[in-house]
T-cell receptor, first 112, second 112 residues
C-alpha cells in the first residue's frame, strides 16, 4: 500500500522535449508538494497545492507547470527540457500545519 | 542563502553506541523541525519532529533536542543499529508557510 506514488521512477529524454511526472497520494491529505533534489543533494520546494489550489511557487521557470485534477493527484509537466533540469523530483503530501510531509520515492530525470 | 545547515557530511558510529546528528538554522521564524531518513533510491521517510515550544521529543530510540537560543537541533539515536545506516536530513518550517527547508544531509554509517 504505497502512500505517495510517483511515475515514472526513471525518465531519460532529449533536450527540448516535453514530459510529465505523475503523483498520487492515498493518505487523504489536503496538501501536496513538488521538491527538486539537485546534483548537490539539496532538496528544494518547487510548488505546493492545497485542495487543488496553488499555494507556493518558488520562482520556478514557467516551463514547469503543476496540475492538480483533484486533491489526491499533483502532476508536474515540464516543457522544453534543458540540461539543468536533470535532477530527482520528489512528490510529497501532508495534512495541515505541524504535520510531517510524506514523500514518494522520486523520479530521476536525465536530460541527454 | 542556506537557512538550514548540516555541517557534517558523514558520520561513522559503532553498533550499539549513540549516534548524534547536528543541525543549525539561521531563520528565527522557524517553529517546526523534523528529521528525515533516506535510503538510496527511496524518498525521505519521516522520523521525528519537534515544535518550537518544546526542547525535547522522544520516540523509542530517537530523541530530538532543540536549543532555540543557539538555533541548533540534534538527533540522538541510541543504541545505533546497522539498519540506521542512511542519509539523515534535518528540515524546518515556518507555521503556515507549508514548505520545508532542508539541510544538505548527513550520511550515517553504523559499523558492526
Amino acid at each position: 500500500d504505497t502512500a505517495v506514488s510517483q511515475t515514472p521512477k526513471y525518465l531519460v529524454t532529449q533536450m527540448g522535449n516535453d514530459k510529465s511526472i505523475k503523483c498520487e497520494q492515498n493518505l487523504g491529505h489536503d496538501t501536496m508538494y513538488w521538491y527538486k533534489q539537485d546534483s548537490k543533494k539539496f532538496l528544494k520546494i518547487m510548488f505546493s497545492y492545497n485542495n487543488k489550489e496553488l499555494i507556493i511557487n518558488e520562482t520556478v521557470p514557467n516551463r514547469f507547470s503543476p496540475k492538480s485534477p483533484d486533491k489526491a493527484h499533483l502532476n508536474l509537466h515540464i516543457n522544453s527540457l534543458e540540461l539543468g533540469d536533470s535532477a530527482v523530483y520528489f512528490c510529497a503530501s501532508s495534512q495541515g500545519v505541524f504535520q510531517p510531509q510524506h514523500f514518494g520515492d522520486g523520479t530521476r530525470l536525465s536530460i541527454l | 542563502d542556506q537557512q538550514v545547515k548540516q555541517n557534517s557530511p558523514s558520520l561513522s558510529v559503532q553498533e550499539g553506541r549513540i549516534s548524534i546528528l547536528n543541525c543549525d538554522y539561521t531563520n528565527s521564524m522557524f517553529d517546526y523541525f523534523l528529521w528525515y531518513k533516506k535510503y538510496p533510491a527511496e524518498g525521505p521517510t519521516f522520523l521525528i519532529s519537534i515544535s518550537s515550544i518544546k526542547d525535547k521529543n522522544e520516540d523509542g530510540r530517537f530523541t530530538v533536542f532543540l536549543n532555540k537560543s543557539a538555533k541548533h537541533l540534534s538527533l540522538h539515536i541510541v543504541p545505533s543499529q546497522p539498519g540506521d545506516s542512511a542519509v539523515y536530513f534535518c528540515a524546518a518550517e515556518i507555521q503556515g508557510a507549508q514548505k520545508l527547508v532542508f539541510g544538505q544531509g548527513t550520511r550515517l554509517t553504523i559499523n558492526p
